[in-house]
């Protein structure tokens, strides 16, 4: 049972434009979503976080948006740039549970000049 | 800055091999994690542990052994290497569990099983 859902697969956006990456969840208990970033030939870094009593949060040209009714939680990329081009992980956990930092399957994001 | 270092940046190994893939983090953190990426299907938690000698199993344990004897470093253990463990393997530590308690990864060891 996949936990986390997200989409789509890989990603193509001109330089500009606003990169669009979706999840969804299932389990009402999570209480935590991160988004990391990966660059190729390295590990995932934390990019921007979000808890469940706010519907948006901004960090410079990134944006999570959430929707609790929905399960559903998405990242923004405003005016993408080449240097944006990454994998892209949402997760989804519990405050407190030590381990269980569940990870959807990834989003490859190409940004061309 | 949290540092994790994986001591193989890439391993050949043959089947049947018994394989150790190491890990160290500088921060004190009592949390670290072992995960296996392969494309297409994300990242998925092999075995974490919480505390020096004690570990969990996460979602794909089997065989997936780990050691943890001393709090900066976690060992993960192929017992008999098999082709479908051909994979990224990534290493994580954070200090916590709270919001503000990021995973901080390695930069992976690419494993081959030959």
């Known amino acids: 049972q996949q936990q986390v859902k997200q989409s789509p697969q890989s990603l193509i956006v001109q330089k500009g434009g606003i990169s669009i990456i979706n999840c969804a969840y299932e389990?009402?208990?999570?209480?935590?979503f991160p988004w990391y970033q990966q660059f190729p030939g390295k590990g995932p870094a934390l990019l921007i976080a979000?808890?469940?009593?706010?519907s948006e949060k901004k960090e410079g040209r990134f944006t999570i948006s959430f929707n609790k009714s929905a399960k559903q939680f998405s990242l923004h990329i405003m005016d993408s740039q080449p240097g944006d081009s990454a994998t892209y992980f949402c997760?989804?956990?519990?405050?407190?549970?030590?381990?269980?930092?569940?990870f959807g399957k990834g989003t490859l994001l190409t940004v061309n000049p | 800055d949290v540092k994790v270092t994986q001591s193989s940046r890439y391993l050949v190994k043959r089947t049947g091999e018994k394989v150790f893939l190491e890990c160290v983090q500088d921060?004190?953190?009592?949390?670290m994690f072992w995960y296996r990426q392969d494309p297409g299907l994300g990242l998925r938690l092999i075995y974490f542990?919480?505390?020096?000698?004690?570990?969990e199993k996460g979602d794909i344990p089997e065989g997936y052994s780990v050691s943890r004897e001393k709090k900066e470093r976690f060992s993960l253990i192929l017992e008999s290497a098999s082709t479908n463990q051909t994979s990224m393997y990534l290493c994580?530590?954070?200090?916590?569990?709270?919001?503000?308690?990021?995973?901080?990864f390695g930069n992976g060891t690419r494993l081959t099983v030959t």
């Open positions: 994580a530590s954070r200090s916590g569990t709270g919001y503000n308690s990021p995973l901080h």
């Open positions: 389990n009402t208990a999570f209480d935590y």
């Open positions: 979000i808890r469940p009593d706010v």
């Open positions: 997760a989804a956990s519990r405050i407190g549970s030590n381990y269980k930092l569940t």
């Open positions: 921060m004190d953190h009592e949390n």
């Open positions: 542990s919480y505390d020096v000698k004690m570990k």
